[in-house]
């Protein structure tokens, strides 16, 4: 089956700091990423979709700025939350896509002090 | 705004017990899906259902796909503590199929 990676599983961080996670497909080329963000006992929302080697599609109420999302190659995207605050601790989930599939990453669970 | 609303948002039963959970919106939707969620790791897909009226079977879980396409529900049979995780339905949309919206999400804790 499809294999999905995120790195790091858990990170905390000091407020104003900028924090990266990687999302990488190990078995499988994902044509398109999807990330998503889940708050404390919320359902998962959709922040962005990033084709391979294009900019990446916001949805409303996401900081294109903020959260920067690069999907360089069709096994690594990866998404930088910039000078994070702490209401942007949360769990942060990839979900890759090829063809008709679309995997989830095992998440990343952001705490920022 | 295409919404997919889930009842109830928690449930908390004993072993053995039967449950229902239900995924509405008002808009069609050409498939839907439900994913179960564990603390602290990605959803992982349980079914997909296509057509409206369908029935899917996994062992103990039953999935229904109203003919109308805009709910499914999703019932457990003698539930067991391994059952307990956050059961999410999700469908294809808005805007582009590529996308994938979640429903509110059922939290579900079977008790011994």
């Known amino acids: 089956g499809a294999v999905v990676s995120q790195h790091p599983s858990w990170v905390i961080c000091k407020s104003g700091t900028s924090v990266k996670i990687e999302c990488r497909s190990l078995?499988?080329?994902?044509?398109?990423m999807f990330w998503y963000r889940q708050f404390p006992k919320q359902s998962l929302m959709l922040m962005a979709t990033?084709?391979?080697?294009?900019?990446?599609?916001?949805e409303q109420g996401v900081e294109k700025d903020k959260f920067l999302i690069n999907h360089a190659s069709l096994t690594l995207s990866t998404l930088t939350v910039t000078s994070a605050h702490p209401e942007d601790s949360s769990f942060y989930i990839c979900?890759?896509?090829?063809?008709?599939?679309?995997?989830f990453g095992p998440g990343t669970r952001l705490t920022v002090l | 705004t295409q919404l997919l609303e889930q009842s109830p948002q928690f449930l908390s039963i004993q072993e053995g017990e039967n449950l229902t959970v239900y995924c509405n919106s008002s808009?069609?939707?050409?498939?839907l899906q439900w994913y179960r969620q564990e603390p602290g790791e990605g959803p992982v897909l349980l079914v997909t259902?296509?057509?409206?009226?369908e029935v899917k079977k996994l062992k103990r879980l039953t999935f229904q796909f109203g003919d109308a396409r805009k709910d499914s529900s999703l019932h457990i049979t003698a539930a067991q503590p391994g059952d307990t995780g956050l059961y999410l339905c999700?469908?294809?949309?808005?805007?582009?199929?590529?996308?994938?919206?979640f429903g509110t999400g059922t939290r579900l804790q079977v008790t011994l």
């Open positions: 979900s890759p896509r090829e063809a008709d599939e679309q995997f």
């Open positions: 078995d499988f080329q994902a044509t398109t």
């Open positions: 990033s084709n391979e080697g294009s900019k990446a599609t916001y």
């Open positions: 808009s069609v939707f050409s498939s």
């Open positions: 259902v296509v057509t409206g009226g």
């Open positions: 999700a469908g294809p949309g808005p805007g582009t199929a590529s996308k994938l919206t």
